[in-house]
């Protein structure tokens, strides 16, 4: 089945804690992506990544981090979480077409305490 | 910078009658717009999307989108809800070059019976 996957689905850390939060993609597709959800602001983009090795800042990139170097993986590194970021994550992938869907994850739900 | 604005966070029809949501927005090249629908506890879905082509694109679950480029709009609409089609919808611009995406702030879509 095509599919992104994201884990942890839920995740309780505590402010200044290192995280983790993998996202991987079945579809052989070149971009990926990571939005934050917040009430009232919609999906804001952090990082996005058009092929392996290729990454480039969102709107709102700061206190993440990102690599990608297989294509089927984009993590989203959290070096110090702070309370502001605590959110509703989603991935996203899509081919490089620039018409093409993007294709979003389940969600991981981060709240930092 | 692109940017995509939805000046309602929330709709409110009865079933059976037409619903519009509407989406405007700023983008430097040629426009490549979506809509996605996001139900409670789950990830984004795409609905459709527009490239190039016919100002009215047909997408998933009888729904339909007018692009208009003079107005910069593309608002989503369909001409019969269902109480099933209660859910938040988000509007999105995609930049040809990077692969930037910019999303609005979502609209509540709520269909009474």
């Known amino acids: 089945e095509a599919q992104v996957t994201q884990n942890p689905r839920y995740l309780i850390t505590v402010t200044g804690k290192k995280l983790t939060v993998t996202c991987s993609q079945n579809?052989?597709?070149?971009?990926m992506s990571w939005y934050r959800q917040d009430p009232g602001l919609g999906l804001r983009q952090i990082y996005y990544s058009m092929n392996v090795e290729v990454t480039d800042k969102g709107d709102v990139p700061e206190g993440y981090k990102v690599s990608r170097k297989e294509k089927r993986n984009f993590p989203l590194i959290l070096e110090s979480p702070s309370p502001n970021q605590t959110s509703l994550y989603f991935c996203a992938s899509s081919p490089w077409d620039r018409g093409e869907t993007q294709y979003f994850g389940p969600g991981t739900r981060l709240l930092v305490l | 910078a692109q940017s995509v604005a939805q000046p309602e966070d929330q709709v409110n029809v009865a079933e059976g009658n037409p619903l519009t949501v509407k989406c405007t927005y700023s983008?430097?090249?040629?426009?490549?717009l979506f809509w996605y629908v996001q139900y409670p506890n789950r990830g984004l879905q795409f609905l459709l999307k527009?490239?190039?082509?016919?100002?009215l694109v047909k997408g998933s679950y009888g729904f339909e989108a007018e692009f208009n480029k003079s107005q910069t709009s593309f608002h989503l609409k369909k001409p019969s809800a269902l109480v099933s089609d209660s859910a938040l919808y988000f509007c999105a611009v995609r930049d040809g070059s990077t692969g930037k995406s910019t999303f609005g702030d979502g609209t509540t879509l709520t269909v009474k019976p």
């Open positions: 527009y490239i190039t082509g016919d100002n």
């Open positions: 579809m052989n597709h070149e971009y």
């Open positions: 983008v430097s090249g040629n426009p490549y």
